[in-house]
């Protein structure tokens, strides 16, 4: 199969390149079934660790935000900036 690959990649060029992830996806449905299971599994956790990276750094910023802000501005000053939580 590997000798196989390089003219596969040269036909899929002259057809184009939409031509292209159809020929992968048939060469991936002839691998064993739990070569694909083991592929779609590490796709779903590496996409799971890129959305949990992605949300986890507006998090930390924003605590990191909110505890500056309260180390800096003192409770009186934040009394009297924000004196009631009736709404006007």
Do not use: C, K
Not at 9 to 28: C, D, H, M, V, Y
Not at 35 to 64: D, K, Q, S, Y
Request: glycine content about 4%; cysteine-free.
């Amino acid at each position: 199969m590997r000798q196989r690959l390089p003219d596969i990649i040269a036909i899929a060029a002259l057809i184009g390149a939409t031509a292209f992830p159809l020929i992968w996806t048939a060469l991936a449905m002839r691998e064993p079934y739990d070569i694909r299971m083991f592929t779609a599994l590490l796709n779903v956790l590496g996409m799971a660790f890129a959305m949990g990276w992605e949300i986890l750094w507006p998090l930390v910023l924003g605590f990191a935000l909110s505890a500056v802000i309260q180390a800096i501005v003192s409770h009186r000053e934040m009394s009297r900036l924000l004196p009631d939580d009736s709404p006007r």
